[in-house]
């Protein structure tokens, strides 16, 4: 008997018309490690809804077809019964954050289920201790970064030690070695304790390799589900950009064997190239400094409860620079942006934008800078995609001379003008978030992991829209946990650890220098073929070599 069965499943949200799930027939297995992917909207989310028991009691809507748990229908489970089966982390963990501390929101759930308090204490510790949160055991919630208070939602659902882990997208916000680390404690969870784990994930790099099985989704259905050899192979014949970077470049040069991993990638080159037949690159010209936009001068600043989140840092932004900021969560990433957006106010030290020095005067009021934070929430009040981007041209008394049209375009949310924002995806919202703020046309625009819940083509598009800014003259910077969109579209690399700047300069030297802080293609090739970050980096380097070789499988 499967673990998950579901029959001819079909599901509209309220007040649509077109089915965000349709014909799903899917079968889990107790034990599976399960890996959902596909694009924005494509209905992954609202899979795991309906596998986490939301859909259709909480949500509401039309629902078809069965969906049946260790053999018994869903919809006459007992829901109290179930939440203790099925735990299930959000998207948005700011949407599962209850309470006041840290140690208050993991123990919250625990209390609920009326366990003993020596039981809490023992499940509240462990969980503390597995995601790295002791030291802010007794912090407010509200002060936590982003992937802290990602982190704190994971940990209160592992705390009631579920027999189902349902993860949507659950590394959005951790910086590269939290991610990694976390991942692998979910692998850990599935092999050494048997917990089946339903995964969604947009980031494949990270987690492809540790699935047992993986479905693709298009348009609320299955389009393919497999072992991830046998998905990357029918997803690059097909030209579908969800496959891990590794597997991406081999099938791009023609090789029979696709490696899922950077140990077998490493292998497929040892057995097939020569290292000598890729000389050392000459290190790239630093190009000259243009006009200064922003320059920050010795700044810090100090939280009111003492934390020192910027430490003497320096930086100056050029017109048409297109920086990518990256570091631990907590480093003082988002700090720093507030601090360049006139946000926040230095205790010491300067910061001009354009000439004008913010370090007294706050934010330039005109438009000039945009600044896009984390939570895309915070910028929809509208009823309407089209009414945030005219209340935003209002609000600034600017005139619509087809930018809004242009930015619905650019951003492909045409379809969705008439359409409430909230009732979009994450990843839609946040293109909305960002049109809102792009109608002002700014001279230096400042973004908070913007790439969050978007998919690979979504994020193409708006490395090739930053790349497009920066050409006109914006100046561009952004904080990212995502390397490989930073490698493909930053010109630009600045890392932070505990507020202080560690290495700032061109993208191929930080990131190339980087053990962690580097992408898939970069670790396959780091002391074989120097100077590979990227996909196209890769097919320059390695298809010229390929042509008429004996493969080695």
């Known amino acids: 008997m499967p673990l998950f069965q579901s029959e001819n499943l079909i599901y509209y949200y309220p007040d649509r018309e077109k089915p965000a799930l349709k014909d799903i027939n899917l079968r889990i297995e107790e034990g599976e490690f399960l890996l959902i992917t596909g694009g924005s ?3 992954k989310s609202t899979l795991a809804r309906v596998l986490a028991g939301l859909i259709p009691d909480f949500y509401g809507g039309r629902f078809g077809g069965k969906v049946y748990f260790q053999g018994r229908d869903m919809g006459q489970i007992n829901r109290r019964k179930l939440a203790r089966e099925v735990g299930m982390v959000f998207q948005d963990p700011e949407k599962q954050l209850v309470m006041t501390s840290v140690e208050a929101e993991i123990a919250f759930g625990l209390e609920n289920l009326g366990l003993p308090p020596a039981e809490m204490s023992r499940r509240v510790a462990e969980a503390l201790s597995f995601l790295d949160l002791t030291e802010v055991r007794q912090e407010f919630t509200a002060h936590l970064s982003g992937g802290q208070k990602q982190k704190l939602a994971l940990a209160a659902i592992l705390a009631m030690q579920p027999r189902v882990l349902v993860l949507d997208e659950p590394t959005s916000q951790l910086d590269p070695v939290a991610a990694e680390e976390f991942l692998n404690l979910v692998k850990r969870l599935n092999e050494e304790m048997g917990l089946t784990i339903i995964l969604i994930e947009q980031r494949l790099e990270r987690c492809y390799h540790l699935a047992d099985r993986v479905v693709f989704m298009e348009d609320g259905q299955i389009k393919y589900e497999g072992t991830p050899e046998q998905l990357a192979r029918w997803a690059v014949q097909r030209d579908i950009p969800f496959v891990p970077p590794v597997a991406r470049i081999f099938a791009r040069i023609g090789f029979p064997s696709i490696p899922v991993t950077v140990k077998e990638g490493r ?3 040892r057995s097939n190239f020569d290292r000598r037949e890729f000389p050392p690159l000459k290190p790239a010209v630093k190009a000259e400094p243009g006009e200064p936009v922003l320059t920050m001068i010795k700044v810090w600043f100090t939280y009111p409860n003492g934390k020192e989140a910027l430490q003497d840092v320096s930086i100056q932004i050029s ?14 990433k988002s700090t720093l942006l507030k601090t360049m957006a006139g946000l926040l106010k230095p205790g010491r030290g300067r910061v001009q934008v354009m000439g004008r020095d913010l370090s007294n005067k706050g934010r330039i009021g005109d438009g000039r800078i945009a600044y896009l934070s984390q939570n895309p929430n915070d910028y929809l009040f509208q009823d309407t995609v089209e009414e945030e981007l005219l209340f935003a041209l209002k609000n600034f008394a600017l005139p619509n001379d087809g930018i809004v049209d242009e930015l619905l375009e650019k951003l492909n949310l045409q379809r969705y003008r008439r359409v409430n924002p909230r009732d979009l995806s994450s990843g839609e919202r946040q293109r909305v ?6 109608v002002t046309r700014p001279r230096l625009l400042v973004l908070d992991e913007p790439t969050r819940g978007m ?9 090739e829209l930053l790349t497009g800014l920066s050409r006109e003259g914006v100046s561009v910077v952004l904080v990212t946990h995502d390397i490989e969109f930073a490698a493909a579209y930053a010109t630009r690399v600045l890392l932070l650890f505990a507020g202080r700047i560690v290495a700032d300069g061109p993208k191929h030297q930080v990131l190339g220098q980087s053990v962690f802080y580097s992408t898939q293609i970069g670790k396959m090739c780091r002391g074989y073929v120097d100077g590979v970050l990227t996909l196209q980096d890769a097919l320059d380097r390695l298809a010229p070599a390929w042509p008429a070789r004996q493969v080695v499988p």
């Open 41 to 43: 909207g494509s209905g």
């Open 267 to 269: 292998r497929l080159l």
């Open 319 to 332: 017109t048409g620079e297109l920086v990518a900021i990256m570091g631990a969560n907590g480093a003082g």
């Open 433 to 438: 978030a960002l049109a809102s703020i792009l």
């Open 455 to 463: 998919d690979y083509r979504l994020k193409d598009e708006l490395g």
